[in-house]
């Protein structure tokens, strides 16, 4: 069992910054691939980013490539998300989930899943 919390959401205003946390209940956290996904009003949930157990592997998806950078402590059972140069179209909210493995597809196999924080970028 795996309980998730994310924090860090807000309101920001194009360009900026925000860095999203996501803390883990659990002593096997580090055996964990955790990703981050996002949901706007009307749309379906998509992937983010993801980085592998160790931390040595990471993805992105195509629209927050090069301005997203997803980390993870696994001495802190935290994994986080650096988000830079935000655009209005990155207003979502944001899912911290935790899979025995990698996958984009949100519905793939069994996932622990966050509450979720919202993440709003003002024009």
């Known amino acids: 069992q795996v309980q998730l919390v994310e924090s860090g959401g807000g309101l920001v205003q194009a360009g900026g910054s925000l860095r999203l946390s996501c803390a883990a209940s659990g002593r096997t956290f580090s055996s964990y691939v955790m990703h981050w996904f996002r949901q706007a009003p009307g749309k379906e949930r998509e992937f983010v980013a993801s980085?592998?157990?160790?931390?040595?592997?990471?993805n992105y998806a195509d629209s927050v490539k090069g301005r997203f950078t997803i980390s993870r402590e696994n001495a802190k059972n935290t994994v986080y998300l650096q988000m830079n140069s935000l655009k209005p179209e990155d207003t979502a909210v944001y899912y911290c989930?935790?899979?025995?493995?990698?996958?984009?597809?949100?519905?793939?196999?069994?996932?622990?899943w966050g509450q979720g924080t919202q993440v709003t970028v003002s024009s």
């Open positions: 980085i592998r157990s160790t931390g040595s592997g990471t």
């Open positions: 989930a935790a899979r025995r493995y990698y996958s984009a597809n949100p519905n793939d196999g069994y996932v622990y």
